[in-house]
DNA sequence: GCCGTTTTCGGCCCGACTGTTTTCAGTCG
């Protein structure tokens, strides 16, 4: 329901472009459809609390219009808005290099209204008599088309994340490079990047230009100038570089980490003092210019204290940072527990002293051994019986490992398609902490997958639900859950919400964790290893949940182990 | 279409690159 208006605010606002509406009214779409999507609750519940223009960019006209669409499922504005302009032209704005202008000028010269016309028109060497157009824009827009075809969407962090560290260790080899630094989604630690960000510091760019567009994976140059160029790579990831000079890098690093929507309220905070900000410094009315070499002096000149990169968003950070109420964000070293990991017990690769010595090395205090139970066959899951066995297998490494570190008996047990558990109460109050999730039948609907997982929290010895709405990036979307139930269910019976740290998962997303601990809800941030270096994905589960503002109060495993300890023995 | 510590009307962020142009329009981030 949720994505489903956004886009719907998405599409008013990309028609009304190439309709040709005054921009600000295509702004104020957009910018109420990133408000919506940035609100991490459930629109139809502000909707019906009448609380929809409480939404920082929805005014009244939008909020008739969701309205409008949310009673009786359609939009009289929209049809009429599509009679004039044919709603298939908006697949044209996909296509790099093509915006509405061009997308209205295809349609009103040739009639073309949708990707495959375009095509067919490009190919048949029809555009570039066009006005405005000639012969290298007409390749360059089937070079667009050939592009799109093959297009594997926005890249996981964790793939983009490592190949983004071998850039950057490339680039700072290049003679006369002072700094190098990721900017983008990727700095802001989103759960998908649409294509690398990177600023350099440097006296001299052509040759930093050279060796970038030279890079021996770079399939495709797609522009290429003095301080700004970009390049596709063999593996579909895309990347620009900003060169500029070192006494420049604060403004220049700052403007490419965005959000733009950050970069705009920092623009309008800088007017209100007279200034003018860009990537290459801060500008005073008579033309003189104020340099920032790090991306604090930029903060500073603003009157700002540092803002951290995952808050970004604009989702109320530079407001905060002017209160002074800025959250002190977790850090990775706070965490001091694993609690969520398999072992050979059911589907992990490591026995359970091997396991325990991967999380020793990590600095961590305590560890849960959490496999997975017995109906969930494919990672074949512990039977009852098997549970006696693996405690004293427990007992034994504990007492190997001393106080070094604290081991948990634990487990993951499934969430049926009815919401029982695997597991029988009895079975479950032996064990010192219980995971609950769903692995199957996610498909359900709303209500009933919402109740399956309501059912589960109200079980007094679930202390955690795992990856709660099961969603894998890039291929599956999480169940239809109504979060804000899950949320106050959570909150009511103090049971933990997973941020699954895995990439693929990242699971409870940044909007829904903030959301739940805006709740009252505590997160736990688990890596579900199932080897060691899996141990080593909670980088990104932490990354999360600062996108989610979350402190170390806000994580159970970011506690002091004794108060973790002390909270689990109390639910027993 | 939205919004208010210069405003309820008149604003709404800034610059680089490219291609088609004889000074600029379109697109992107």
Redesign the pocket.
Known sequence: MNQQIIDLLRKIADLLEIKGE?I??I???R??ADSLENLGGDIREAWRQGKL?E?????????EKIDEWITTGRLE?LEKLQAEVPGSLVEL?Q?????????ALFWKQLGITNLSELEAAARAGQL?DL????????S?ILAGLEALARRSDRAPLGKAWPFAQELLAYLRSIPGVQQVQIG?SLRRMSATV??L?IVAGASHSLPVMQAFTGHPDVVRIL????????VEFSHHLSA?LWVLPPERFGTALQY?T?S?DH??RL??L???KGL?????AF?RPDGSEILCASEAEVYDQLGLPFIPPELREDRGEVQAALAGTLPILLELSDIRAELHAHTTWSDGKLDIRQLADAALQRGHKALAITDHSGSLGVAGGLKIEDLRAQRAEIDAVQAQLGDSLRLLQGCEVEIRADGSLDFPDQVLASLDIVIASLHSSLRQERQQVTQRLLKAIENPHVDIIGHPTGRLIPNREGADLDMEAIFQAAAQHQVALEINAHPSRLDLDDAHARRAIQSGVSLSINTDAHSASDLDLLFFGVATARRAWSTTEDVLNAWPVERLLSWLESRR
Do not use: H
Request: aromatic fraction near 4%; avoid cysteine; charge should be positive.
């Open positions: 005054v600000y009214k702004l104020a779409y910018k109420a223009t939404v920082p960019g929805v005014g009244k006209a939008i909020a504005f704005l296509v790099t290099d093509l915006g509405p202008k061009k997308a570039r006005p405005g157009m000639g012969e290298k824009s007409e360059r983008g649409g294509d960000d522009g290429q100038g003095e301080t700004k160029s970009s620009q490419a965005g733009k970069n705009v623009r309008e800088a007017l209100k003018s900000l860009s990537e290459s500008q």
